[in-house]
């Protein structure tokens, strides 16, 4: 009777594990499309190749890395969307364009079109200046100048969040936009602009070349991936964690069998040794949830985002 037990729950996890879809197909059947919301390149894409590298031999099909960059990362969030709610086209995104915030019409609810698979990974932003600041003691003493300073935005979350630093070093400072981050760290080393936030991924290229400084992580404690790095509480500033994420999505009505065979996934990635080092060599802190603790992250952040664009007057288009 044991072994029976035994074999029975052996049977009833397997059964889970190969996730079964509606027409008796065992998932995944055929390759498997993760669109990215941005250009080649980013943080972003870095992480989601290093994700589809390491799912593609456990689920036995190819998974194939598309980018669909534009309009702040809706071109890509409204195709997976509108896709069949089948698991083969997926969304590996971040939350770059907090959409109720700045949108009068935001073109996408996300929990009402998507599914929320898992959050894959956190880690403080990077607060970045032109390379003739040394800090950001010396970026606060030359706003107080004649030259009204220029912060480099490419996603409404840093948009944001630039705003809430700028606030708290007491900074004037206009924006000028981007529609990518390699391009707005370009703009920051170019001189074109003072700073921006960023992933340290973004950055690493400019830094080798020392034209732009990270100068602070957007933490009250350090991070244990850049340790050099002073937190904000260090730096004399005082404000609230500002923190960057990435999570997987699926359209809305996929199969719970499928989502929480892709759950088991970026769980299975987050805990490789190889692809945690890779991560966190990247800045970034492994951070898998389930569906719901990510959906409720989700809903929290935007919140705190709507009331920031409210604070800050920041008119909706």
């Given at each position: 009777?044991?072994?029976?037990?035994?074999?029975?729950?052996?049977?009833?996890?397997?059964?889970?594990?190969?996730?079964?879809?509606?027409?008796g197909?065992?998932?995944p059947?055929?390759?498997?499309?993760?669109?990215?919301?941005?250009?080649?390149?980013?943080?972003?894409?870095?992480?989601?190749?290093?994700?589809?590298?390491?799912?593609?031999?456990?689920?036995g099909?190819?998974?194939?890395?598309?980018?669909?960059?534009?309009?702040?990362?809706?071109?890509?969030?409204k195709?997976?969307?509108?896709?069949a709610?089948d698991?083969?086209h997926?969304?590996?995104?971040?939350p770059?364009?907090?959409?109720?915030?700045?949108?009068?019409?935001?073109?996408?609810?996300?929990?009402?079109q998507?599914?929320?698979?898992?959050?894959?990974?956190?880690?403080?932003?990077?607060?970045a200046?032109?390379?003739?600041?040394?800090?950001?003691?010396?970026?606060?003493?030359?706003?107080?100048?004649?030259?009204k300073?220029?912060?480099?935005?490419?996603?409404?979350?840093l948009h944001?969040?630039?705003?809430?630093?700028?606030?708290?070093?007491?900074?004037?400072?206009?924006?000028?936009?981007?529609?990518?981050?390699?391009?707005?760290?370009k703009?920051?080393?170019?001189?074109?602009?003072d700073?921006?936030l960023?992933?340290a991924?973004?950055?690493?290229p400019?830094?080798?070349?020392?034209?732009?400084?990270?100068?602070?992580?957007?933490?009250?404690?350090?991070?244990?991936?850049?340790?050099?790095?002073?937190?904000?509480?260090?730096?004399?500033?005082?404000?609230?964690?500002?923190?960057?994420?990435?999570?997987?999505?699926?359209?809305?009505g996929?199969?719970?069998a499928?989502?929480?065979?892709?759950?088991?996934?970026?769980?299975?990635?987050a805990?490789?040794d190889?692809?945690?080092?890779?991560?966190?060599?990247?800045?970034?802190?492994?951070?898998?949830?389930?569906?719901?603790?990510?959906?409720?992250?989700?809903?929290?952040e935007?919140?705190s985002?709507?009331?920031?664009?409210?604070?800050?007057?920041?008119?909706?288009q």
């Open positions: 009777m044991r072994s029976l037990r035994l074999l029975l729950a052996s049977v009833a996890v397997a059964a889970h594990i190969v996730a079964p879809t509606a027409h197909q065992t998932y059947a055929k390759p498997i499309q993760l669109v990215v919301p941005s250009q080649p390149g980013g943080g972003l894409d870095v992480v989601a190749r290093l994700f589809a590298a390491f799912v593609e031999p456990r689920l099909q190819p998974v194939i890395v598309e980018n669909k960059a534009g309009a702040q990362t809706l071109l890509g969030n195709y997976v969307a509108n896709a709610p698991g083969y997926l969304l590996f995104t971040t770059s364009t907090p959409f109720p915030a700045l949108y009068k019409k935001p073109g996408i609810d996300v929990p009402q998507l599914e929320f698979v898992s959050m894959v990974l956190r880690a403080p932003q990077i607060v200046v032109n390379a003739r600041y040394g800090s950001l003691q010396d970026l606060a003493k030359a706003s107080k100048g004649k030259k300073l220029i912060f480099a935005s490419y996603g409404s979350v944001l969040q630039s705003l809430l630093l700028n606030e708290a070093l007491g900074i004037d400072a206009r924006a000028l936009r981007f529609s990518s981050s390699q391009d707005a760290a703009a920051v080393a170019a001189g074109d602009a700073y921006l960023a992933s991924a973004t950055l690493k400019w830094q080798k070349l020392g034209s732009l400084r990270p100068v602070a992580v957007t933490t009250n404690s350090r991070s244990d991936e850049m340790p050099e790095l002073p937190s904000l509480k260090e730096a004399g500033v005082v404000a609230e964690d500002m923190t960057i994420w990435m999570g997987l999505y699926a359209p809305k996929t199969p719970r499928i989502v929480d065979r892709l759950n088991a996934e970026v769980k299975a990635f805990a490789d190889k692809a945690a080092q890779t991560m966190r060599s990247l800045g970034f802190n492994p951070y898998p949830t389930t569906p719901e603790a990510f959906r409720a992250y989700y809903l929290a935007q919140k985002l709507v009331d920031a664009a409210d604070k800050f007057g920041v008119e909706r």
